[in-house]
């Protein structure tokens, strides 16, 4: 019996869990996926938006303003790379700057600080490389970059650190509830049980819902594809720009990230299918297109990758967080800005839970601070052979293009939450990021992989399931023929 299970490991979900293992209870995160991190967490555009845009009185406007202040400190102690890069909204016309005028005063209902509509001379004296053709924009200080996956790996990381427990490969099928709490039960017929279930399953939370009979809501997927370009380009901005945003979103956008690379995108299309996230030729044509109205040098055949994810857009056009009965509580429609609201997110959901009578003791020996997984790449040369005297392993450089050692990924398979697939050693180290994207590294990857698990390295996969690497070997061995 737990004291509460959190249904959903992505940024949301692990920071709740950080949050209610803070409070002296028994925790457990559970997710149908192979990994952490393996729904709109693993593919977004990675902003800690300054929240000028998110309608004043929104829950959504709240929590973002909220979170968005938080962000760094939660980054602080979790070990995870953040940056206060500021935003950009580029205006091309003077209708635009009557909607740039108009998000100024919504953010200042929402209580951002620092907005400033500034003219042609200015924007390109701060961002040279943006195009002749914007002529305003609407400057927040306040935004910021972060990396998502390493924010939900460093948070679930410090929940089991503190406690928590980890159950991947979880389908939630069914909810049932009595006296006693929560049985929660999963497709292989494993079951949990809890006084508290917090529905963070992401685009299937409407599904979740469901199964405790509420009907309220209902959440499809908004489709986003990406490019993300060499680190060579990642000059091209040191601001995360945008255009005025529309009712699909905040548009494409053009940033820089935490780790030097530039990303484009991402486009919004809306459909029904929870798990296709395939990019196609009219989604990348159209990032393509856009970016280059924005900035002068956005090379996009300087593209190292490309991808899409998906957002959970609910039908009530805020964020759905509620208890529709006593010990469940829903946190859905967690759409942009959520990856923002998060570390405010987890506060809501534990004032919620005190609201409704659930005791919530502070824990004595909760320790909220986690060693940051990518100190060593950071470290001068002199900190790094001290390391290396004490672990070769730290010595021999596994991912040429980033500069990966052996040391990181064995970390990585080795520290909570354990990396098991290809890719997630990728998220955890960015090991298969780089120019080559694993071109390289993959087979020293697969084999460490399969010492560590023991495992065959033909049971080595890429993302979890059936994404095998090697079907066997390409000579037998004929020693004994």
Same mark, same amino acid.
């Given at each position: ?336 800005? !959520?990856?923002?609201? /998060? =570390?405010? @997110?987890? $506060?809501?959901? &534990?004032?919620? +839970? ?83 994207? !694993?071109?390289?590294? /993959? =087979?020293? @990857?697969? $084999?460490?992989? &399969?010492?560590? +698990? ?28």
């Amino acid at each position: 019996m737990y004291d509460a299970v959190v249904i959903g490991a992505g940024v949301v979900g692990g920071l709740i869990a950080r949050k209610l293992t803070s409070c002296a209870l028994k925790v457990c995160i559970a997710d149908k996926a192979s990994d952490i991190a393996m729904g709109a967490t693993k593919a977004n555009s990675a902003i800690v938006h300054a929240g000028f845009d998110a309608k004043a009185g929104s829950l959504k406007a709240k929590l973002n303003k909220l979170g968005s202040d938080m962000m760094e400190k939660v980054c602080s102690e979790l070990g995870v790379k953040y940056i206060r890069n500021g935003s950009l909204v580029l205006g091309y016309n003077d209708e635009d700057k009557k909607s740039l005028e108009a998000i100024l005063e919504n953010g200042k209902l929402n209580g951002i600080e620092g907005l400033k509509l500034i003219d042609s001379k200015e924007l390109h004296h701060l961002e040279p490389n943006v195009s002749d053709d914007a002529i305003w924009a609407l400057l927040a200080p306040t935004g910021a970059i972060v990396c998502p996956y390493e924010l939900c790996e460093a948070a679930i990381g410090n929940a089991m650190d503190n406690g928590a427990e980890l159950e991947l490969g979880f389908e939630v099928c069914e909810i049932t509830n009595d006296e006693s709490g929560y049985t929660i039960v999963a497709k292989d017929g494993r079951k949990l049980q809890a006084k508290i279930v917090i529905n963070a399953a992401g685009a299937y939370s409407d599904e979740m819902a469901k199964l405790v009979g509420d009907n309220s809501f209902d959440v499809h997927p908004r489709k986003g594809e990406y490019i993300l370009l060499d680190k060579e380009y990642g000059f091209v901005t040191k601001h995360t720009l945008f255009t005025v945003p529309t009712k699909m979103g905040k548009g494409i956008l053009v940033s820089p990230t935490v780790d030097g690379n530039l990303i484009l995108g991402p486009t919004a299309v809306d459909f029904d299918e929870k798990e296709n996230k395939q990019t196609t030729r009219e989604g990348i044509n159209s990032v393509i297109a856009e970016s280059r109205r924005m900035v002068k040098n956005a090379p996009s055949n300087m593209a190292i990758t490309s991808f899409c994810g998906l957002r959970s857009v609910g039908s009530t056009g805020d964020f759905i967080i509620n208890s529709p009965q006593k010990g469940f509580i829903n946190v859905a429609g967690i759409e942009s800005p !959520g990856l923002s609201a /998060s =570390p405010a @997110i987890a $506060e809501y959901i &534990a004032d919620m +839970l005190k609201n409704d009578g659930f005791k919530l003791d502070v824990k004595a020996d909760f320790n909220p601070v986690r060693e940051a997984t990518h100190k060593f790449s950071t470290l001068s040369d002199e900190e790094k052979n001290e390391i290396i005297k004490k672990d070769p392993s730290f010595g021999k450089i596994i991912c040429r293009c980033e500069n990966v050692t052996e040391g990181e990924i064995l970390r990585a398979i080795r520290t909570n939450p354990k990396a098991t697939t290809l890719d997630g050693v990728k998220r955890r180290t960015r090991a298969q990021m780089g120019r080559c994207q !694993g071109g390289f590294c /993959s =087979p020293y @990857i697969t $084999e460490l992989l &399969a010492k560590e +698990l023991g495992i065959s390295m033909e049971a080595v996969t890429k993302s979890g399931k059936d994404s095998f690497i090697l079907t066997g070997k390409t000579k037998e061995d004929l020693k004994d023929a």
